[in-house]
Structures are given as structure tokens and as C-alpha cells.
């Protein structure tokens, strides 16, 4: 998404480029009337930028009570800077001081041309949805590794029980799904939600219920 009143500041032909350098990486470009300059979706996670395009040293105060303005509301907030010459980027430096920023919050990035700007905002919305997906395939990696283990753990507790085999966990974790769910549950529960057999079903009830049962020991 880029802003309007960005867009209506700068030249056609840049519009143009900017245009021609999304749709050839697959970004669609909308015109929205938003805070930022531009926001990038990407993985799942919003990615918003101010891009300065012209630094006039006479009047960087907007740019940085900006900047602090829209880190509280973003996240992911970088500020791009064309800043082509040796005073500019002096300029830059002084006012960043001046101005008391945070280092990395937001994330200053000076280029030296407009087209080489545009380009790096591409490629750090790019990033950003690229470690956005990795860390939630990481994050799902370690789901299921827990899940497996939980069911690893369930079935090995269950069949403890004389009697009890896989076939028979398995049941009972599909229908119950927890050691604390099936020492609560009834003999004919049991019988209705699985296939155990009525022996098995008295077992497990017998297990859970009476001291006697659950601390003999299991003979193999």
C-alpha cells in the first residue's frame, strides 16, 4: 500500500518505476490514504515505512516527530533516506542526535538514490515476511514434536494398565484424550465412545479406583 499524499508529492516517472518494481516481484500496489508511506504485507506481518525522498537540512523536525509518532503504532517501522550528498547525510547524523531517537527504533535506512531506496524497502519487507514464516514454521515444528510426545507419554501410561495394549490407547485417546479424562470416566462410557472390550473397560475403571488393583504389580 502506498500513501496518496506521497504519491501525489512525487514525479510520475518514479511512480511509474515503483510500479514496474512491485509487479515484477509479485507485490500488487494499491493507493491508500494511510500513515505511513508505505506498508508491506508479507508472511503475515505488516511491514510500514517513511521514505524521505528529498532531505531538506532546514526542516527535518517533521521527519522525526514522524518517525516517533509511528513507531508507538507499528511494530515493524523503517525510515529510508535518500540522502546523496556529503552534507545531507552530516545533517542527518546531527539531527538524528539532536532529535534523541532510539538506536533501531525505528530503523534509519540512508541510501544514495531514490531507485536504490525503493529497492532496499522491497527487500526488508521481503526479509521480514520471510523470517515471520520461518518463525511460525518453527514454531508449528515444535507444536507437533509436543504433541507427539504428549501421545508418546499418554500411550506409554496407558498401557501400563494389565491388559491395555496400543490399539487400546489409541481408542482412548481419540475418545477421552487425557490420563485425567479416562480415570473419571465410566465403565459404560468407555464401552460407548471405543471398541474396548467390557473386561478391558472394568480394568481400566478397576485401575483408577481401587488402590488394590493399580498397586499390584504388573506381570509381564
Known amino acids: 500500500m502506498m500513501n496518496t499524499i506521497w504519491r501525489d508529492q512525487q514525479h510520475p516517472s518514479f511512480i511509474n518505476f515503483i510500479s514496474s518494481f512491485l509487479a515484477a516481484n509479485s507485490f500488487r500496489l494499491n493507493f491508500v490514504p494511510i500513515a505511513p508511506d508505505f506498508i508491506f504485507n508479507c508472511g503475515g506481518l505488516s511491514v510500514a515505512f517513511i521514505f524521505v525522498t528529498k532531505w531538506d537540512c532546514g526542516n527535518v523536525e517533521t521527519i522525526f516527530s ?18 546523496p550528498t556529503r552534507d545531507q547525510n552530516d545533517s542527518f547524523l546531527c539531527s538524528y542526535f539532536k532529535y534523541e531517537m532510539q538506536l533501531g527504533r525505528p530503523t534509519f535506512v540512508p541510501v544514495q538514490d ?3 531506496g525503493f529497492e532496499k524497502i522491497v527487500k526488508i519487507a521481503h526479509s521480514c515476511g520471510v523470517s515471520k514464516q520461518q518463525e511460525v514454521k518453527t514454531k508449528l515444528k515444535a507444536e507437533r514434536n509436543q504433541s507427539v510426545q504428549q ?6 501410561v496407558v498401557t501400563s494398565i494389565p491388559g491395555i495394549d496400543n490399539h487400546d490407547a489409541n481408542a482412548l485417546n481419540q475418545a477421552i484424550g487425557s490420563i485425567e479424562g479416562i480415570a473419571k470416566a465410566s465403565k459404560e462410557y468407555i464401552l460407548e465412545t471405543t471398541d474396548l472390550s467390557a473386561d478391558n473397560a472394568e480394568t ?4 483408577f479406583r481401587d488402590s488394590k488393583f493399580y498397586l499390584c504389580p504388573k506381570i509381564i
Open 66 to 83: 514522524r518517525a516517533k509518532k509511528l513507531k508507538a503504532q507499528f511494530a515493524h517501522l523503517y525510515v529510508t533516506l535518500n540522502l
Open 114 to 116: 531514490i531507485e536504490m
Open 151 to 156: 501421545l508418546e507419554n499418554f500411550i506409554r
Open 204 to 207: 481400566i475403571v478397576r485401575f
